[in-house]
């Protein structure tokens, strides 16, 4: 989902120049060791770790929130995406089994043309 003002959130788009805090979700030792790796507006990732990043942007504890993953933590790869299907963006917000049948019902109406066959078993590089 593109970027407008209704989901814009200074520190997810404009990462890594916001400054960090643990209100923001961030741990604490991420918070303090974060402006460390920040060199004329972007983040360095240090050799032998990675900058981790979610399928879903707006939605992920990621990298911006834990910091970078050592080589060693990381098992094998991903082949593909199987499936990615638009969601709104505050459907991860709701809660109920109301709700969870109410969004079942929709992703069964709609799988054909809500899911996104761009991406859908898409190999990984």
Do not use: C, K
């Not at 923001?24 to 991420?30: I, K, N, Q, V």
């Not at 060791?33 to 920040?38: A, E, G």
């Not at 399928?55 to 995406?81: E, K, T």
Request: charge should be negative; proline fraction near 6%.
């Amino acid at each position: 989902m593109p970027t407008t003002a209704e989901n814009y959130r200074d520190y997810l788009d404009d990462f890594p120049s916001i400054p960090m805090t643990t209100d923001l979700g961030a741990t604490e030792s991420w918070s303090v060791d974060l402006p460390s790796h920040v060199q004329d507006g972007d983040l360095v990732v240090p050799a032998g770790m990675y900058f981790m990043m979610g399928d879903n942007r707006h939605n992920s504890l990621d990298s911006r929130y834990w910091g970078f993953v050592p080589r060693a933590n990381i098992v094998g790869r991903p082949l593909f995406n199987y499936w990615s299907f638009e969601t709104p963006e505050d459907q991860y917000e709701q809660t109920g089994m109301a709700n969870s049948v109410a969004w079942m019902g929709h992703v069964a109406l709609h799988f054909f043309t809500e899911t996104r066959w761009t991406r859908t078993f898409h190999l990984t590089r």
